[in-house]
């Protein structure tokens, strides 16, 4: 199985000041039809997993472009720019190039 | 509008049976792999089991392999998850997700093993 590895694990941010969460992979992400599934996921306190970047970098319908991907082969990383008090809550990386998908520990994003 | 409805969830004990349900509507269901994601209390997401748009190839996380079956109606627009030979550690929120990127979750459906 793929482990997948984030740092940090809490990451308290002033508001409006920017944040950066890291993810690894085990293995490379580069599926055998050449896209890298790595996708980033945010939860907010009681409530399923909303999807914001998928393939590394594409931000998915509705999320704010605050928030940024990068990175390639089994290093990546989700920048918001500037935290907004809605931003508050558990980010997970995610691969889903091997099934069953692999997540991240999660880091929790607060508010200082 | 996209939606996905999970279903099915309850108290059992420890060895018993329930069956997860995925109601899907506002897509095409039969174009998209489907998937059960679980969270343990206070716990973070584990992937548990996948299946392909027609219902061909299925994946399992080796924790849940020859316990739960991941299956489909694509006639139904429907996902579901058979539980078996349920264990306390099985105790946990089960979303459904929509495709490989999982861009639409369901609201989940808690299932605790307990006696």
């Known amino acids: 199985d793929i482990v997948m590895t984030q740092t940090p694990l809490s990451s308290p941010v002033t508001l409006g000041q920017p944040a950066s969460i890291s993810c690894r992979s085990s293995?490379?992400?580069?599926?055998?039809?050449?896209?890298?599934?790595l996708s980033w996921l945010q939860q907010r306190p009681g409530q399923p997993p909303r999807l914001l970047i998928h393939?590394?970098?594409n931000r998915f319908s509705g999320v704010p472009d605050r928030f940024s991907g990068s990175g390639a082969g089994t290093d990546f990383t989700l920048k918001i720019s500037r935290v907004e008090a809605e931003d508050v809550g558990v980010y997970y990386c995610?691969?889903?190039?091997?099934?069953?998908?692999?997540f991240g520990q999660g880091t929790k994003v607060e508010i200082k | 509008e996209v939606q996905l409805v999970d279903s099915g969830g309850g108290l059992v004990q420890p060895g018993g049976s329930l069956r997860l349900s995925c109601a899907a509507s506002?897509?095409?269901?039969?174009?998209?792999?489907m998937h059960w994601v679980r969270q343990a209390p206070g716990r973070g997401l584990e992937g548990v089991a996948n299946?392909?748009?027609?219902?061909?190839?299925?994946f399992y996380v080796d924790s849940v392999k020859g316990r739960f079956t991941i299956s489909r109606d694509n006639a139904k627009n429907s996902l579901y998850l058979q539980m078996n030979s349920l264990r306390a550690e099985d105790t946990a929120v089960y979303y459904c997700?929509?495709?490989?990127?999982?861009?639409?979750w369901g609201q989940g459906t808690l299932v605790t093993v307990s006696s």
């Open positions: 995610m691969q889903a190039t091997q099934f069953p998908q692999t």
């Open positions: 997700a929509r495709g490989r990127i999982t861009d639409y």
């Open positions: 393939k590394i970098s």
């Open positions: 506002g897509f095409t269901f039969s174009d998209y792999s």
């Open positions: 293995q490379s992400l580069v599926h055998s039809n050449g896209n890298t599934y």
């Open positions: 299946i392909e748009p027609d219902g061909n190839e299925k």
